[in-house]
């Protein structure tokens, strides 16, 4: 098939999230099978200076409408593997700037038009380079308005550019709203700000628009697929997927083995393997030295990581801070984001300076190091789409301690509930629930043997693409 992905992130490209790892793997995989694949991302400043990206050609120059003017712009192409070329859509004025959405304390002001432009950008680049796509696939509200711009398109130009439609939502509570200005932008007809279109409650909701339209519709987990057509996770949006619920499927994301696998992973000091899980204790050793914390500790070290936002059940954990004071264990927490929870935890660490540290900073190498060298690893989230640390955790053997949402209830058994089958610990999403799980953990932890016993059974457990992307691959064939 020929596939066009796009979305805001892709790794190894530019990555906030969870969704560039995604989109990363899934567009690799399908070109490893033999497709066609094309993936669409802003040429961010990052993206730009990636070795791959280093001297490519500018090979397209664009012309794109933006309301009543026209605004120009280029792309990027390059091919990093067989089967896939990478487009980076460039307008320095947008994309050459530090961060993807915001300047770290607010978001960009010109988000509505800057992602309008890459919206339009890719199916004019899709026209211009002749793609003729059986699928196109957008990620998340910056590429929801795709649907709807590729089908305009097509009838203003009189081409086919895509057979099929498919929308994936990484996460509903990230949704694009903007004043209804910003509308004007886009050049779609009037009709389409409407309820039944990307109207919502006067705005204009750029996700709603990929949920109403796409062809085929897919959430991240079976469970996040069922949560969102409820007022509790819908976040508003409820109503409108409750309209698509016959096309709309939850496929788990999977993670990358090439690069999660303790027994090849080149970013920790010792290597392991379920067979042999020994590498595991110089792990524990360096994540304690390079935490500041005593290396020769032989207690319970909990392990977090995780942008620091409402979602992750930060305070949740903060809540229970008298328990890592007081309690024997050790935690370490690598996070970024709001400025109130970092505060609040680098308080935590700084009443427990022997026993709590938290690393505020982006750190792909000290977040390898957490989950081989932690014994536990906390995602009390309020909600989860699907989560990626909870599968990475039991591949290095780390057992999880998570709440029942989405994708978490889907990837994690509770050890004390199936005692047979459990590879967790499992909590609602409060404080309290949160409190009984980490005493539970201390008991767990006490037990040797059934916690290698935990350990092994999630170790066996198989996270990776192959599945997930098999499961797209049917979706595409039966909505072509
Ligand atoms: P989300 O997409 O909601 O952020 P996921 O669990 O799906 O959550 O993915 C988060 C990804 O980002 C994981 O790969 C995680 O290891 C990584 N990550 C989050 N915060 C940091 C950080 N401070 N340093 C390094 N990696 C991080």
Request: net charge negative.
């Amino acid at each position: 098939m020929k596939i066009v992905h796009a979305a805001s992130e892709l790794y190894p490209y530019m990555k906030t999230g969870g969704l560039a790892d995604a989109v990363g793997a899934l567009v690799t995989t399908f070109a490893g099978n033999g497709h066609q694949v094309s993936a669409f991302l802003p040429g961010y400043r990052d993206a730009l200076s990636h070795p791959a990206a280093a001297g490519a050609e500018r090979k397209f120059k664009l012309k794109i409408e933006m309301g009543d003017q026209f605004v120009s712009g280029d792309v990027v192409a390059f091919s990093p593997q067989k089967n896939l070329t990478i487009y980076l859509i460039c307008r320095d004025e947008y994309f050459d700037r530090k961060r993807p959405y915001g300047n770290g304390e607010r978001d960009y002001e010109d988000n509505a038009e800057r992602f309008i432009f890459f919206c339009k950008a890719v199916v004019e680049t899709m026209r211009l380079a002749d793609l003729g796509a059986d699928i196109v696939h957008g990620h998340d509200w910056q590429a929801a308005l795709l649907p709807l711009l590729l089908r305009e398109a097509e009838r203003r130009f009189g081409v086919t550019l895509a057979m099929k439609t498919v929308f994936t939502i990484h996460n509903i509570a990230y949704q694009g709203l903007f004043p209804a200005g910003s509308f004007a932008k886009t050049n779609l007809p009037d009709e389409m700000f409407t309820m039944d279109g990307l109207e919502y409650y006067g705005q204009v909701n750029f996700l709603k628009g990929g949920i109403l339209f796409a062809d085929r519709l897919t959430t991240v987990s079976p469970r996040y697929a069922k949560e969102i057509q409820s007022p509790e996770f819908g976040c508003g949006l409820e109503g409108v997927v409750q309209t698509r619920v016959d096309d709309l499927s939850g496929i788990l994301n999977g993670i990358d083995t090439a690069v999660w696998n303790p027994a090849t992973d080149p970013l920790i000091p010792s290597r392991y393997s379920a067979a042999d899980l020994s590498g595991k204790l110089g792990c524990r050793r360096e994540l304690l030295r390079q935490s500041g914390l005593d290396p020769a500790y032989t207690g319970p070290v909990f392990g977090m990581i995780c942008r620091l936002t409402e979602q992750k059940g930060i305070d949740l954990l903060l809540a229970n801070a008298d328990f890592f004071k007081t309690r024997d264990c050790r935690l370490i927490v690598l996070g970024a984001g709001d400025k109130r929870m970092e505060q609040q935890l680098q308080k935590l660490a700084a009443d427990a300076p022997a026993k709590v540290f938290v690393c505020s900073k982006l750190d792909e190498p000290m977040s390898h190091l957490i989950e081989a060298g932690g014994d536990f690893f906390v995602m009390p989230s309020l909600f989860e789409p699907c989560g990626l640390n909870q599968m990475y955790s039991q591949a290095y053997g780390t057992v999880p301690i998570v709440s029942r949402v989405g994708g978490l209830v889907d990837t994690v058994r509770d050890a004390d509930e199936d005692r047979e089958g459990g590879t967790g610990l499992m909590c609602e999403p409060n404080a309290a629930s949160l409190r009984d799980a980490l005493e539970r953990a201390l008991i767990l932890y006490a037990d040797k043997p059934r916690l290698a016993a935990v350990q092994r059974r999630g170790m066996a457990r198989d996270f990776s693409w192959a599945a997930s992307a098999a499961a797209y691959e049917a979706l595409y064939q039966e909505a072509l």
